[in-house]
Every structure is written in structure tokens, then in C-alpha cells.
């Protein structure tokens, strides 16, 4: 009776040591693209604007002066309260319409009508924010626009009329909904078919309508989508720059080159040649992003399991 012997591979041997040196290596495989032009276009640009902010232009650490100077400009008050006023426009209809969209979509009970609806939805996203301007421009001239009976109507016969600063936030807020809305629609959309249909079905039982199931159960439970589309929309909306400054191009002034905070920045940076206040206005930007998504995050409970 012959013994057939066989030998153990050790524990350490160089291919097991290589299978245990670089797990989930397909998934960093995957991301590295990714890091690459996060560290390249991202963090390396903020850690210099960082370093601008509290220096001056020799080079020397200069404190707080940067912020110090921005804040003591005559425009930065107003560009604050510029911008403040267009982030509540922007997120009331964006949470309040972008919802309501896509629970109306989520009802529609043709295929072919919803997938048609998602798509004319996401067309104006894929548009850049200064094509989109661009084609904005032309809707709001009286004299020009598919619907000038429409600002006729409202009283505008001028593109002037039409652009006066009184206007500029829900114009704004128009362009941007139109640029942007659509593609969170769809992310909303996408949400509510992962809500269990015996959830649903268990409410209509018990005698709830479609206003009572979407208010009590189907927008509880988009919140955590809700939270993260208002955490990037309020990013975004900081950094108001296109609109203002195509529409200040092409009315002569009369939106104006520094009525966002970007602007103003901007305006620091290439015409008054103070890339250091300028710096100091992103950073501060940047802060403020940070704060807002932090308390939108910890007040909302953003990673709570459900």
C-alpha cells in the first residue's frame, strides 16, 4: 500500500504574501484615476490658496490682514448679501420643486411617458453653465425671445428692464434650476423606486392618499438625499460666478462685475493684481462650505443607519 505524500505550502510562502500585501487591489485600481486629480485639482490648489491667504506678496506670514482687507472692502457686504439672498431662492425651489418632480414622475404609470419625462429632465444639464447662460440671454431680450409676449405681458420691453438687480436672484435662481435641476430629479427619482413596494402598498391599504404617503412616508425617506443634494447645492451656489459675469458682459454693467463673492475675488486677483485677498476670499468660501455641510450632516443624521 503505497502513501502518496503531499507538502504543505508554508504560511509564508511568496504568493500567499503577495495575495495578502494588496487586497481589494482592483477597487484602488479603480479609484487611482480618481485620487490623482483630486490631489492634482483639488488639494493641492486649496493648500495654495491656503498658503496665499496668510501671506502677503513678499512672501512673509501676514496673519489674518488678507481677511481683514477683503472684509473692509466697500463690495463685500453687498456680494455677501448677494449671494445670501440667491442661496435662498436656489435651495427653497430646488428642494421643493426637484421633490414634487420627481413624486409626480414616480407616479406616472406609462413606462414610455416616464422615460421620456427623465430624459427632457436631463437635457439642460448637459449643457455647460455658460452655454446655458449664453442661451439664457437670448430668452430674457424682449426683443428677441420665443416668449417676449410673456415678459411683455409682465411689462418688460427692455433686456435692461428685464436684468435689473431687483431681478438678478430669481434669475439666477431660474438659470440655475434649469441648468441643474434635472439631473437630481432623476438621482430623486431613482431614491423613491428603492422604497419597498409593500411599504407603499401597506399605506394605501390603511387608506392614505398620495398627498399623506408622500408627505409621512416617501420624502422621510429621501432625507438623507435630500440633505446630501443641499449640502452640494449650497457648495455650488457660493460659487456664483458665470451668470453674474456673462449677464454683467452683456449688460453693460448693469448687473455689475463684483455682485457675487467669486467675483469679487476674481476682480482682486486680475485687476487689482492682490492674488493674496483674493486667496482669502476662497478660503473663506471654503469655510463656510465646510461649516454648512458639517451641520447639515450632524443635524440631520446623515449617517444613521435607517
Not at 99 to 127: E, K, Q, T
Not at 161 to 183: D, N, Q, R
Not at 219 to 238: H, S
Amino acid at each position: 500500500m503505497s502513501t502518496v505524500s503531499t507538502t504543505a505550502r508554508p504560511a509564508g510562502s511568496p504568493s500567499r504574501r503577495r495575495r495578502a500585501t494588496w487586497p481589494g487591489r482592483g477597487g484602488h485600481l479603480f479609484v487611482a484615476a480618481y485620487v490623482v486629480l483630486l490631489i492634482a485639482f483639488g488639494v493641492v490648489p486649496t493648500v495654495y490658496a491656503v498658503y496665499f491667504a496668510f501671506t502677503d506678496a513678499g512672501d512673509n506670514f501676514a496673519g489674518v490682514a488678507n481677511f481683514v482687507a477683503a472684509a473692509g472692502d466697500f463690495r463685500y457686504l453687498s456680494a455677501i448679501g448677494h449671494v445670501a439672498l440667491y442661496l435662498v431662492c436656489w435651495l427653497v425651489s430646488l428642494v421643493v420643486l426637484v421633490v414634487g418632480l420627481a413624486l409626480v414622475l414616480h407616479r406616472v404609470r406609462s413606462a414610455g411617458v416616464s422615460r421620456v419625462l427623465r430624459f427632457l429632465y436631463y437635457i439642460p444639464g448637459a449643457l455647460a453653465g455658460a452655454a446655458s447662460v449664453m442661451v439664457w440671454l437670448f430668452v430674457l431680450d424682449p426683443t428677441v425671445s420665443p416668449v417676449s409676449f410673456l415678459m411683455r405681458a409682465l411689462g418688460f420691453s427692455t433686456f435692461g428692464e428685464v436684468v435689473a438687480p431687483g431681478h438678478l436672484p430669481v434669475l439666477f435662481t431660474l438659470i440655475a434650476f434649469w441648468t441643474g435641476a434635472g439631473g437630481w430629479i432623476v438621482v430623486m427619482y431613482g431614491a423613491l423606486n428603492n422604497i419597498s413596494p409593500d411599504l407603499l402598498e401597506a399605506a394605501r391599504i390603511d387608506g392614505a392618499g398620495a398627498w399623506r404617503t408622500a408627505w409621512h412616508i416617501q420624502i422621510p425617506l429621501l432625507r438623507k438625499w435630500i440633505v446630501y443634494m443641499m449640502i452640494l447645492a449650497f457648495a455650488g451656489g457660493t460659487q456664483l460666478f458665470v451668470e453674474p459675469q456673462l449677464l454683467s458682459q452683456a449688460s453693460v454693467g448693469v448687473a455689475g462685475r463684483d455682485y457675487s463673492l467669486n467675483q469679487l475675488s476674481y476682480d482682486f486677483a486680475f485687476q487689482n493684481n492682490n492674488v493674496n485677498t483674493a486667496a482669502a476670499i476662497s478660503v473663506e468660501l471654503l469655510l463656510i462650505g465646510l461649516v454648512v455641510a458639517g451641520v447639515f450632516v450632524a443635524r440631520s443624521g446623515f449617517f444613521d443607519a435607517d
